[in-house]
């Protein structure tokens, strides 16, 4: 087809009429918050993880600040995490008053360094957020080793990786809690919606309070323990989560049948790198993104960012450094060369479309404008 006829999206959610079916049939109950759907998604979660609890919540960012709080970090405390994910890893940090400390990234895998992890911890860190990039799993045994040794709470940022194994384990599985988020673009979606796995019971119920504006379970409507917030998921969000889960397998295959088709197209390409897969590495693919090798410069990436787009093909830089968001600037004073390998990666991504609806022709296009381009 013509370029001018193309129009190949960067998401798509994969929605099936089970999902639509479910939303009907919760549409016709009295019960489209606060009934039986949101428990029944919460347990489905926490099997499908190995975890004992599941907290819904209205998003993976409203997850990440309810366990700020409900593991009592806030002003004058430290958290470790990345500087190459999306902004909400750090700025739940933020949420709460406490400070945000980053670690550089393996140019391999574009996770957390663990061998850089150590030299960050002072007397003030209080927990590190570990984010599985693109749905590759962070290397979680050496920084759970050191988490131990440095009596550290460790979050498991797992937003982008439901279903991705490490030595053979789930993500979700690992550390005090994890969160996921379930915005259309993820392998699970919800419309908007977030879960807390923990197999700590305590720490669960304080997340309950929180996300229902402070109230206890079992206590009157208008009795409030603490500070909460308007967190929930409806029951209409949750009826789609759990049918979600039920094809989860499916889902992902066809994700990974994307994603080879991606890799045999541009294997042996020079110019570009692919994220590296770590050994005893399922994946659960998120996006599929390349990263231009050193000899582009990043005016050269947005230039061809804008070339593909005029021929049809959405795509995005993918990320870009958190610790150089203006608001991240100004508090913090972070600067350039703060996180060299983390800014020579997000200088020169490129995210290419990647959903199920792709056909082996529509790859072969983009492969091949991107390689005109380069």
């Known amino acids: 087809a013509d370029a001018a006829t193309r129009d190949i999206p960067l998401a798509r959610p994969n929605i099936s009429q089970a999902e639509i079916d479910a939303v009907s049939a919760v549409m016709k109950t009295p019960n489209l918050s ?10 489905t979660m926490a099997d499908y993880c190995g975890r004992r609890h599941g907290v819904a919540c209205s998003s993976g960012t409203a997850a990440l600040h309810m366990l700020m709080i409900a593991n009592g970090i806030g002003a004058g405390d430290e958290v470790i995490t990345t500087p190459f994910s999306f902004v909400a890893s750090a700025s739940c940090i933020m949420m709460v008053g406490a400070t945000p400390v980053f670690v550089d990234v393996d140019a391999g895998t574009w996770n957390m360094d663990p061998a850089q992890l150590e030299a960050a911890i002072t007397d003030k ?11 590759q799993p962070a290397d979680m045994n050496p920084i759970l080793a050191l988490a131990e040794k440095h009596e550290l709470v460790v979050i498991e940022d797992s937003c982008e990786a439901l279903g991705s194994t490490y030595h053979g384990k789930r993500c979700g599985g690992f550390g005090a809690a994890s969160v996921f988020g379930f915005y259309p673009n993820k392998q699970l979606t919800t419309g908007e919606g977030g879960m807390i796995v923990t197999d700590d019971a305590a720490l669960a119920e304080r997340c309950r309070s929180l996300r229902n504006q402070g109230r206890d379970a079992g206590a009157g409507w208008l009795l409030h323990a603490r500070l909460g917030y308007n967190f929930r998921l409806s029951d209409i969000n949750c009826a789609i989560g759990i049918v979600q889960l039920e094809r ?7 994700r990974s049948r994307v994603e080879a088709r991606y890799r045999a197209e541009l294997t042996g390409e020079p110019r570009v790198q692919m994220q590296g897969v ?9 996006v599929f993104v390349v990263r231009l090798n050193d000899d582009y410069a990043p005016s050269r990436r947005d230039t061809i960012l804008t070339a593909l787009r005029d021929r049809g093909i959405q795509c995005s830089n993918y990320f870009a450094p958190i610790h150089l968001q203006p608001f991240f600037v100004e508090s913090f004073g972070f600067s350039t060369g703060d996180f060299p390998i983390c800014e020579a990666l997000s200088e020169r991504t490129i995210a290419l479309p990647f959903h199920h609806e792709l056909t082996e022709n529509d790859i072969q296009y983009v492969c091949h404008e991107l390689k005109r381009l380069l």
Not at 278 to 286: G, L
């Open 34 to 43: 606060l009934g039986p759907k949101a428990p029944e998604f919460e347990r």
């Open 125 to 135: 860190t209080k927990a590190i957020i570990v984010v599985d990039v693109f749905g």
């Open 248 to 254: 989860m397998q499916d889902i992902i295959d066809e």
């Open 278 to 286: 770590i050994d005893n590495v399922d994946m659960s693919w998120f």
